[in-house]
Structures are given as C-alpha cells and as structure tokens.
C-alpha cells in the first residue's frame, strides 16, 4: 500500500488515505480525480520516522504523515505538532526536542512545561 496525505491551505494534514500499489504512481490523481475527493494530496512514507526508514530502505519525507501534522515543502518533511513551547525543531529528523533530555533510568516521566523539566509519574 502506498499513503498520502490530504493538505488544507495552510499545509496542514486533514487525513490520510491507503492507495493500491498499482496507483501508487498517480496516488495524488486516483484521489482528487478518480475517487472525486479533490484536494491536494502528498505521499508519505508509513515506515519513515524521524528521517530514518525502519526496514533499512529509504527514508521519505522525514515522518509518516499524521493528522495536524505540516507538510514543509521546503524541507520536503512531514512535521508533527509542536508540543510545548520550549521545544526545538531538530532540523535533522523533523521531530521535537525537549530543552533537557528524557531521564534514562527506566522511570516514566511527563513533561512540565512550567519547570521546563520531566516529572517522574507514579505507577
């Protein structure tokens, strides 16, 4: 199966939709055109995250498209929404980045925005 994402004005992901291989080549006309969903659709790749292709092939657009996701042609990426304010873009993988890394003990952690800091959750 091939994917593409459904863009609004702003670029922004409003859906995506599972294509047939054999349309994959013409995936964005089969959609607007053939199916009579209009639109602007992008491909996007279910195994790429963070730049990285997780059977060993070639990454596609840095992340798989989700809903809210942007779509930035000029990286040529799919961007997930910004979680909180204090975090980057790594221009790398495309992905967020908190100011201080996630704890490595083992522990399950939640990002405190008014601390700027992870806070240990209690099972």
């Not at 909180?84 to 908190?98: H, I, K, R, V, Y």
């Not at 100011?99 to 952690?109: E, F, L, N, R, T």
Request: glycine share 10%; net charge negative; aromatic share 14%.
């Amino acid at each position: 199966m091939a994917y593409f994402a459904e863009l609004d004005d702003l670029n922004t992901v409003t859906r995506v939709l599972a294509v047939n291989d054999s349309e994959e080549h013409r995936g964005h006309e089969f959609l607007a055109e053939d199916l009579g969903l209009g639109g602007r659709w992008v491909q996007t790749s279910y195994n790429t995250h963070g730049g990285v292709h997780a059977l060993g092939g070639t990454p596609f657009r840095k992340n798989y498209a989700g809903i809210g996701f942007v779509f930035d042609e000029d990286r040529d990426a799919f961007i997930p929404p910004q979680p909180f304010p204090s975090w980057s873009l790594d221009e790398d993988t495309c992905l967020w980045n908190a100011p201080v890394p996630y704890p490595s003990d083992g522990g399950v952690y939640v990002w405190d925005e008014d601390s700027l800091s992870w806070v240990g959750v209690e099972s």
